[in-house]
Each structure stands twice: as structure tokens, then as C-alpha cells.
């Protein structure tokens, strides 16, 4: 009933969106009619000796204006003659009115003549004029004002600008994105050109630091920026995506490439294992989530990545914060934004596998050396000889995977002015993934606005997010694993079976492998999120850079998901006789208040700045889910309509944080710099005594360039920066009541009666309370440089970092005879990241041809130094974590040469095993054959186990790569941004898929080439049904170098020439063409190198859905 009236709640907020969304873009259009007539309206005359009553009834009979006069006042019938060609209505009325006493007034198309006094003709003069950057290049969208007052107007699409009413001795303020604002004494001119400079770019930018703002060359701290133009010229859906190489320090990591799932962000490395390593993500102000994030309404982005910079967010900033601020509307005339794109998406890579002849030929083969005499062969096999047509021969990656299409609309609107502003941006995105029916849809909007009076300021932000994704589905074993172990034998479709799908044909001995299409068809499986925040804040400043600021929000999250599996029968082996349905939902809400109180001041050399503030959070979880089966038919998919094995479960998890926190920052001269940081916070999810946490950081720095021994060399060498942090951060990334006894109904047979007719659940503490578990600590330590040479047009910053997390929750071993199900949380792990960063930057935007490069590379390097059970072991696969060493080694057996011959494979066991204590001598590897692998006993004991594997790297990166180009010609522009990771391994379990031989699966096309005695220099194993030397096992033959570089982004664009976007009505259109993920470099043969795995597993191909390859076109346009 709960989630009836939770869902009747969500419908009529939706509703109520919907209105809303109605009622905003019918007052926004009202506003743009408002605003853009009369700076629009174009009106061509030619008049000769007429009345001026006759030339504004010729006017408004010609335009939708109309005036407002009185004859007694304005003389009407003086005769003039006046010739405009397509001419805007202030020129007009300027030269209608020249020498009189005329004022005018244009309120929409509403125009009001009056008298003014004596004198004031000689105000009512206009100014027009053309704007240019240093190359000779119109500037549409420039503000140009009256100093002092609020008459403004914007250029053209041609960098043309007309303003009326202009003073004596009138001053002209001319501002736009990127350039210095420029004053221009306008005093008796009726022509003002202005030629713009580019603003000082880099080192004087203004950065985020978290509840306020630095001067680049004042952060003593380490933050990357990322610009909003690199975001908005890729085309992508999601903001995490969007970042992969952006940033130093930034690892964008893809565990799974299926349509709707967003990669895992990592800052710096790992900072605690066995808890979250992601950053905490605010946006305009208070924690976000950055997958429901439409990139196009990003302003702008800094990641905090040291204590200095993170420590004012405390518990929360261990593993890096994300700062975004999303798009406000400015002081300027309404604008619209329409961005659009839409692609082909492609799989880049499939597996050469066998066809039905190729795979019959390789079967017998295994066979055939696995001594299996032919009476005992499958049937299929000679049924497939006597008539092959009776069989298939699908291509199973053909009916697996697909193009799919993708694309994403954007729409924005924004204006302001000195009092108020506002902006409203919705989007819908849709793709299709490369395997069959897998697809995701994201759709929402933003609305922000702001409203200023004298010192007090209002804002608000109301977002919305919907998602929803249907997924590839796994029948026990991964879908693309099934792709390469079902037999080409196989047919995708039989209208016979019940579902309609075939599989392996009964009594003929073929495989279990499942069809992937099947399931993906049958099983109705989806996931939906929706995501609602509203935050509000009001601030007052009451004095000079005394700002009190409240701000307050509540995010709310609902979470759907449903999966329905129909009765079926697929081949001989996949049979579901009892439809089963699972639902579940959850609600999840985030409230926080906040107050800070913000004083910057300045006096003479000494410069400083101060922050106190005040939190309050507070989060909640509950989740409700159900199953049933045995449904009366395939249709009927609700839960009601369940008739067996029915089962509910819930959960319900609160929690608060309660924080003080601050900043002092002082520099002297711009020369000598420092900032102390502290974060106090208070916990619910710890016991009494270790509830609170404190997190101070300090920080220095010292402006070299600014020193007086500096000036020889600052033409060349213009800036150069020293600094260093040393702070603590911490984490509370634990389970919610893990301080407390916790007690679960029906373990091991609890349930009890009194008698024989009434059954009682029994409860009982299944897990030991932590009682003293306190705060994760990581002590973070950087150091580095910032320079710029050439006045800043070439930038380099390099820095280097260690972060030592001590107190990390682990769990400690304790006898099984407590009677518990999992152990106790203690505070004694620890893990250590050290590494380094470099970023260089180039820009020229002097000339003709412009453009601007960022170069970042970086490292890090993972160790677990300790944990609560000495001998910790954590493995998937081939990757380990232990203490000592790093996150994720592959530890592999070492496989060399294959044994060509009887001869080498009898010297080999001669010389390798063991004697066992009946003196008999047991060979190293006696059940291999010529064709098998020889593996190698690294510790000599004569025997192949655990102990004789050995380090062969790791799939984490030793140096990661990220090139961003920008270049522009004329009204052509290309973006690029280019990938990389170097020093990593990849282990390709589909190659090892692909060539064993224990089962009876499809084979890769290289095991027609494999070892026999007539190819005996052959570098592939034999087949062997029954594998009885292991070839396949973990090891060095499926460890392949993981190095790549990829095309990840490519856009071509052409810019529309103002004159020609002025004829059609908008400021600017762009079209461009372009793809993500276009050209991959690399030497691994799995699927895509970019694909990481989880933390702990990075690097391990465990048929993870790939990314995929597009290729689109799109548009951007602004009106």
C-alpha cells in the first residue's frame, strides 16, 4: 500500500512538472517576443516631402509597432523626407526626429513620442558601430552598455550594434566571454568600432575551491578545471563519459559498456579498500549525482584532489570531490540554445570464430587426440557428415550483435538582468546497444533562476532526471561467452518450441550453451531511476564582502526494478516451466541545510579571506521487494497474479552528519601565500565517543614570479608558483548500523512453537556489534609547481602526492564457533597511494588559424600495507590483493614452450617432479602430450600448485595519457581528444574461452591452425576434449599487453558566416560531423583494452559488454 501511494505521490508530481514546464516555456516565449521585436525588426522607407504623421502611419501599417503621441505636442505635420533601407526603428525615429525636441520611448511595439526639454534633442543621439576580435573576425552576442546606466544592447550576427539615446560625454562598456571588458568615450561620436583583446588566459583564471573561489595563481592546493566547451563538443550522454581524459589525476573507468551504465570515477588512485572509492560530487552547492547530469548545462567544473582543497568537506572528500556549477542566465537578452546529434553505433571488434564445417573439422580433431574412439563420439557428429543441410549455420556474433542508433536533443533558454536572471534546459537522449534488445533512454530538465535586491539575493535550482535501460541478460553465463560456446549447429529461431527459439537438438550430444538471443527476447527485465532535487539558498551581505549565505536542499530518488522470465523450452537443455516475476523499489532523500558566513578583505599588501559554516544532513533508504512464480500464462505479468512461492523483503537505513567547518586564507604581496582548512563532523553511523572527526589541512605557497630577482627573466618565464599541502581527510563509506548487535529471523532453524499448530520466528545476533570502529584517516601530503611562459600562453604544472589511510575498516576473523554469520569491523587496515602528475597547456588565438592544446599525463601506484587478518588474500582470477602488495596484481602460472615432440616431453618429466616417499618418481606434468603446454615450477619442488605463480604486472596503468585539441580556421573548427594508457596488462579470458578444449563449446578459427603432428611449429595448443595438462589454466599465454591510444573524440564542425545566420534568423549555427571511440592503437586481441573491470580486478576481460564505436552528425544552434 506504501508504494501505491508512494507512485500515486510521483504521477501527480509529474503532473504537476508537466504544468509547470507548460506555463515556463509559454512565459519564456513571451519574454523572447518581448525582448527581441524591436532589436529585430528591420524597416525599409522612401518617403519624399511627406508628413511625419503620414511616415508612422506608413510605419505601423508595415510593421506590428505602434505610436503613442499627443498633436498638441509632437508637430506631426512638418514635412520631411526620409529614405532607410532596412533600417532598425531606433535609426529611424533618430532621423525623424533629428533637430527637434522629439523623445522617444520603445516599450516592445509600443512607442511613445513626448517633448522633452530644451536641450534634450541634443541627447537623443544614437551610436552604431561594427566589433571584431584581433583577427579581423565579427563578435555577435557582445554586451555593449552606457557606463552607469542600464541602456544596453548586444551585437548582431555581423558584430554590428546600434544603441539610442546616448548622452554627452557617454562612456560604452563593450564585454564578452573571454575578452577584456573595454571602455570607450563615446563623447560626440556617432561611429565607435571596437577591436576586442583576449582576456589573460590560464594563470589569473578564478578556479572553485569549494564554497568560494581562488585566483589560479593563488591556489596553494591542488585543482584541475575542466571547461565547459570541452564537455558541450562531445557527444555523449552522460558527464562521466564525457571526462575520460580531461583532467590529470582522473581515471575514468568503463566495467561495463552496456547503454545507460555510467563508468566508475577514481581521483588519485585508491584510497581505502573494501569501501567506496568515488569522488563526492557537488553541484551548485550541495552533494549531486553526476549520472543524471546533462553535460550541456555545465558552466563549470573543478576536482579537488588534496587535502587542502578537500579537507573543508571532511568525511566525505577521502577520495576527491567534484565541484560543478551549472548554467545561470546572464545580463543579456533572452537567448535559446537547440543542440542536437544523432549516430550509428557499432561494435569495433568481433572474434573470428568457426563456422559448422570449421567447427566439425576442430571437434573431431579433440577427439580424436583426447583417444576417444568414434562409437562414443557425439551423433550429431555423424548426422552432420551423412546431411549437413539438416543443421544450421549461424552466425552467432551476426545474430548477437548490431548497429544500433543513438541520439540526444537539447534545448535551453536563457536572459537576465541586473536584477534577476534565469535558465530552463531540458534534453531526451535515447540508444540503442550493440546487443540485442539492450537499450537506454534519459530524459530532464533544469531550472535555475536568481533574483537580486540591494545587498539580499535569492536563488533557487530544480532539477529533474529520468533513466531507464533494459540490460543484457545472463543465463548463468555471460552473453557473450555464449555467443563463442554455442554451436554454429545451432538455429537462432524454432517456431516449434514453445518461445519460439532454438537451441541444442535433443539426443545428438551437443553442448548446454544457452542462446543469447533467446533470453535477451524472452526475459522482460528493466531498471529505472528517477531523480528529484530542489535547493534553494538566500544570502545577505552586509557590509563590504560580508556575506551570510543559507542554503538548503532536498534530493529525492526512486528506483525501480522489475524482470518477468516466461515459460519456455530451448532446445534440449533450457526449459523454464513456471514463469517467475521479480519486482523491487526503493526510495531514497537527502536533506541538507547549510550557513556560512564569508569575509574577504584587502588592505594594501595583505590579502585575506575567512569562512565559518555550519551543516546539517540527514539520508534515508527503504526498498520493498517481491517474487512469485507460476503465473497463468505469459501475459499476465503482475504480482497479484502470482500462485506460488511467494516472498517479500525490505530495508530501511537512516543516517546523519552533523559538521562545523572553515578557511582562513592570507597571502602577502601575491608573493607569499598560505590557507588553513578544518572540517569537524559528527557521524550517526559510529558509536558514542567515536562519532566525531576532525580534519584540518594546511597549505603554502610562494609566487616567485612576483619577486623582484624574478623580472629578468619574466618575458620568457611569466609566472612560477611553488606550493605544498599536508592534511587529513577522512571516510564514513561504512554500513549504517554496524555498531550495534544485529539480530536475523529463521537462520539456522530458529523458528520455534509452543505447540504443534503455531510456528514463531526466532531471532538471534547473527553479527558481532563493532562498538568502537571510528573515522577512516588519510594523511595526504602534495607538492608541486605551477608555470607559465610566453605571457601565459604556454602553461605546466607538475605535481606529486602520497595518501597514507591508516584507521581503514577491515574485518577481523573470529572463530566460526561464535556462532555469527560475518565478522566484526576493526580499524586496522592500511593502504598507501603515491604518485605524480603533469600538465601542460597551449594556446593561440592571435591569428587566423587558432588553436589551444592540453596535454595531461599521470601515475599512481596502490599498495595494501596492512590488514586486520595477516593473511589476507582477496583473488578474482588471475588478479590478487594481499597485504604488501599493489591493488590487483596478476599472479599466473608461467607457461613456455609447447613439447614438439615424445622426446622433449620425456626429457622434461625426467628432469622435473619429485620423488614421494615411496621413492617413486612422480614427473612435473604427467599427463601432458606433444602439443601441451610446458609450465614452470618456479619454487622447485617438483609440483604445479599455487605456489608457483608469479607476478606478470597488473591491469592498473603505470602512466595514463589525455590529449585535448581545439583548432579553428575561418568558420571551420575540429576537436579531438585523444586517450591512452600505458603500462598495463589485459588477461583475455575470451581468447581462453576460444581455445579450450574441456567441453564441448565452438572454437576460435586459430585452432584450425593449432598443433598436430603434421604442425608441429605451430604455436597453439593442441585440442584435446578434456584439456588433461590444464593448458587452459591461468597463465602467462592469455596475459597480453594491455597498452592503448584511442581516437576517443572527433568533431568536425562548420560554423554558418554571421551575415548568412542573420538572414535566417539566429545568432549562430554550427554543423558538424564526427565519433566517439573512432581508431584504436593497441596489441591486445580481446574485445577493447578500455575496458577496466571492478576495483580488484582491473584489467581482467571477463566477457564485459563492450564499448561501442559511433559515428554521427549534429547541430548546434543559438537564436
Excluded at 26 to 43: D, E, G, K, L
Excluded at 515 to 521: L, R, S
Aim: hydrophobic fraction near 35%.
Amino acid at each position: 500500500m506504501a508504494f501505491m501511494l508512494e507512485q500515486a505521490w510521483k504521477s501527480k508530481l509529474l503532473k504537476v512538472m508537466r504544468a509547470t514546464l507548460f506555463i515556463l516555456i509559454v512565459c519564456v516565449s513571451q519574454i523572447w517576443a518581448i525582448n527581441s521585436y524591436s532589436q529585430n525588426t528591420r524597416i525599409t522607407l522612401d518617403l519624399k516631402n511627406t508628413s511625419v504623421k503620414n511616415i508612422l502611419n506608413n510605419i505601423q501599417d508595415n510593421s506590428e509597432f505602434f505610436f503613442i503621441y499627443d498633436a498638441s505636442v509632437v508637430d506631426v505635420q512638418r514635412r520631411i523626407t526620409i529614405v532607410a533601407d532596412n533600417k532598425l526603428i531606433p535609426e529611424i525615429l533618430d532621423e525623424i526626429f533629428s533637430g527637434s525636441n522629439v523623445v522617444y520611448k520603445i516599450d516592445d511595439r509600443q512607442i511613445a513620442l513626448t517633448a522633452g526639454q530644451a536641450g534634450q534633442a541634443q541627447q537623443n543621439r544614437s551610436v552604431s558601430g561594427k566589433v571584431s576580435d584581433s583577427a579581423g573576425v565579427p563578435l555577435p552576442g557582445v554586451t555593449i552598455v552606457v557606463k552607469g546606466t542600464t541602456n544596453g544592447t548586444v551585437t548582431d550576427a555581423e558584430g554590428n550594434y546600434f544603441l539610442a539615446n546616448i548622452p554627452e560625454k557617454a562612456t560604452l562598456l563593450f564585454s564578452f566571454v573571454g575578452m577584456k571588458i573595454q571602455e570607450v568615450n563615446a563623447d560626440g561620436k556617432t561611429q565607435v568600432d571596437v577591436v576586442m583583446e583576449e582576456e589573460t588566459i590560464g594563470i589569473e583564471e578564478v578556479v572553485a575551491i569549494g564554497y568560494g573561489t581562488q585566483k589560479k595563481s593563488n591556489v596553494t592546493g591542488s585543482v584541475s578545471s575542466v571547461k565547459a566547451e570541452r564537455l558541450t563538443k562531445i557527444s555523449t550522454s552522460g558527464t562521466g563519459e564525457a571526462l575520460q581524459g580531461l583532467a590529470p589525476g582522473l581515471s575514468v573507468d568503463f566495467n561495463d559498456g552496456s547503454p545507460g551504465k555510467s563508468p566508475e570515477l577514481i581521483v588519485r588512485g585508491m584510497t581505502t579498500w573494501g569501501s567506496s572509492n568515488q569522488p563526492l560530487v557537488i553541484i551548485d552547492g550541495v552533494p549531486g549525482d553526476i549520472q543524471f547530469l546533462n553535460p550541456e548545462d555545465i558552466k563549470s567544473m573543478s576536482i579537488l584532489k588534496d587535502a587542502a582543497t578537500a579537507a573543508i568537506y571532511g568525511s566525505r572528500s577521502a577520495a576527491g570531490v567534484i565541484l560543478i556549477e551549472t548554467n545561470r542566465g546572464e545580463k543579456s537578452k533572452p537567448k535559446i540554445r537547440v543542440s542536437a546529434y544523432m549516430g550509428i553505433d557499432d561494435m569495433p571488434k568481433r572474434m573470428d570464430i568457426c563456422n559448422s564445417e570449421e567447427y566439425i573439422k576442430v571437434y573431431k580433431l579433440a577427439l580424436n587426440n583426447a583417444n576417444i574412439s568414434q562409437e562414443k563420439w557425439p551423433k550429431f557428429i555423424s548426422a552432420y557428415e551423412t546431411n549437413p543441410a539438416q543443421f544450421a549455420n549461424t552466425d552467432w556474433q551476426n545474430e548477437y550483435y548490431r548497429k544500433g542508433i543513438t541520439k540526444k536533443f537539447d534545448i535551453g533558454y536563457a536572459a537576465g538582468s541586473e536584477a534577476s536572471n534565469i535558465s530552463f534546459t531540458t534534453y531526451y537522449s535515447s540508444t540503442e546497444g550493440v546487443i540485442v534488445e539492450t537499450d537506454a533512454k534519459k530524459m530532464g530538465f533544469r531550472l535555475n533562476s536568481d533574483v537580486t535586491r540591494g545587498n539580499f539575493k535569492v536563488g533557487e535550482s530544480v532539477s529533474y532526471g529520468h533513466m531507464e535501460d533494459h540490460p543484457n541478460i545472463s543465463s548463468g553465463f555471460p552473453g557473450m561467452y555464449q555467443v563463442s560456446n554455442i554451436l554454429p549447429l545451432v538455429s537462432v529461431y524454432d517456431e516449434t518450441m514453445e518461445g519460439g527459439f532454438g537451441g541444442a537438438v535433443p539426443g545428438l550430444g551437443m553442448n548446454d550453451a544457452s542462446n543469447p538471443v533467446a533470453f535477451n527476447k524472452l526475459i522482460d527485465r528493466t531498471n529505472s531511476a528517477d531523480h528529484i532535487k530542489v535547493s534553494g539558498y538566500m544570502q545577505y551581505e552586509f557590509i563590504k564582502d560580508l556575506i551570510l549565505k543559507f542554503q538548503g536542499s532536498r534530493s529525492m530518488d526512486f528506483s525501480h526494478y522489475s524482470s518477468f522470465t516466461p515459460t519456455y523450452i530451448i532446445g534440449a537443455y533450457d526449459k523454464n516451466e513456471k514463469a517467475f516475476l521479480e519486482e523491487s523499489r526503493g526510495k531514497e532523500m537527502n536533506d541538507l541545510f547549510e550557513l556560512t558566513l564569508n569575509y574577504q578583505k584587502k588592505i594594501n599588501e595583505h590579502e585575506f579571506s575567512g569562512l565559518l559554516g555550519a551543516s546539517q544532513e540527514e539520508y534515508t533508504f527503504k526498498d520493498l521487494s517481491a517474487s512469485a512464480t507460476k503465473f497463468e500464462n505469459n501475459t499476465l505479468r503482475l504480482l497479484v497474479h502470482g500462485q506460488e512461492n511467494f516472498a517479500v523483503g525490505g530495508n530501511y537505513y537512516r543516517s546523519g552528519l552533523r559538521s562545523a567547518f572553515g578557511r582562513v586564507s592570507y597571502n602577502y604581496g601575491l608573493k607569499y601565500l598560505s590557507m588553513l582548512s578544518f572540517r569537524y563532523d559528527g557521524s550517526s553511523k559510529f558509536g558514542e565517543g567515536n562519532k566525531w572527526g576532525f580534519f584540518p589541512s594546511l597549505s603554502l605557497g610562494w609566487n616567485l614570479s612576483n619577486e623582484p630577482f624574478w623580472e629578468p627573466i619574466k618575458s620568457t618565464v611569466s609566472a612560477f608558483k611553488l606550493k605544498g599541502s599536508y592534511g587529513v581527510l577522512g571516510n564514513q563509506s561504512i554500513g549504517t548500523y554496524r555498531y550495534i548487535p544485529q539480530v536475523s529471523y529463521d537462520t539456522n532453524n530458529l523458528n520455534y512453537s509452543y505447540n504443534s499448530d503455531d510456528i514463531s520466528l526466532g531471532y538471534a545476533v547473527t553479527s558481532l556489534p563493532s562498538y568502537s570502529i571510528r573515522w577512516e584517516k588519510t594523511l595526504y601530503k602534495n607538492a608541486g609547481f605551477d608555470a607559465a611562459f610566453l605571457d601565459n600562453q604556454l602553461e605546466l604544472s607538475f605535481e606529486v602526492y602520497e595518501k597514507y589511510t591508516s584507521d581503514m575498516l577491515t574485518e577481523k576473523p573470529i572463530s566460526s564457533a561464535t556462532g555469527v554469520s560475518s565478522f566484526p569491523i576493526v580499524n586496522e587496515g592500511e593502504l598507501k597511494t603515491t604518485g605524480w602528475e603533469l600538465q601542460a597547456s597551449y594556446r593561440n588565438m592571435q591569428n587566423k588559424f587558432k588553436y589551444d592544446i592540453d596535454f595531461n599525463l599521470w601515475h599512481y601506484k596502490s599498495v595494501l600495507k596492512k590488514m586486520a587478518d595477516e593473511g589476507y588474500l582477496y583473488e578474482t582470477g588471475p588478479a590478487r590483493t594481499y597485504v604488501g602488495g599493489e591493488i590487483g596484481e596478476f599472479w599466473v602460472f608461467e607457461a613456455g614452450d609447447i613439447f614438439r615432440s615424445d622426446a622433449e616431453l620425456e626429457a622434461w618429466n625426467k628432469e622435473h617432479g619429485y620423488t614421494d616417499d615411496n621413492g617413486v618418481w612422480n614427473p612435473l606434468q604427467p599427463a601432458a602430450a606433444p602439443g601441451d603446454l610446458r609450465f614452470v615450477d618456479q619454487n622447485g619442488d617438483g609440483m604445479l600448485d599455487s605456489n608457483d605463480k608469479i607476478k606478470v604486472g597488473s591491469g592498473v596503468p603505470d602512466v595514463t595519457l589525455g590529449v585535448n585539441v581545439n583548432l579553428y580556421y575561418g568558420n571551420f573548427d575540429l576537436v579531438a581528444n585523444i586517450y591512452g594508457d600505458f603500462g598495463q596488462k589485459r588477461y583475455n579470458f575470451m581468447k581462453r574461452q576460444l581455445q579450450r578444449a574441456d567441453k564441448n563449446f565452438n572454437y576460435g578459427r586459430d585452432m584450425l591452425n593449432s598443433w598436430t603432428t603434421d604442425n608441429t611449429g605451430s604455436d597453439i595448443p593442441r585440442a584435446v576434449v578434456g584439456d588433461p595438462n590444464d593448458n587452459n589454466r591461468l597463465s602467462t599465454r592469455y596475459v597480453e599487453n594491455g597498452d592503448y591510444i584511442r581516437l576517443n573524440n572527433l568533431q568536425i564542425g562548420y560554423t554558418l558566416p554571421k551575415s548568412v545566420a542573420g538572414n535566417i534568423g539566429v545568432d549562430n549555427l554550427r554543423f558538424y560531423v564526427g565519433g566517439l571511440k573512432l581508431l584504436t592503437l593497441t596489441k591486445y586481441e580481446g574485445y577493447d583494452p578500455g575496458m577496466t573491470g571492478g576495483i580488484g580486478a582491473k584489467g581482467v576481460d571477463d566477457a564485459l559488454y563492450p564499448l561501442s564505436r559511433t559515428y554521427l552528425v549534429g547541430l548546434q544552434l543559438t537564436f
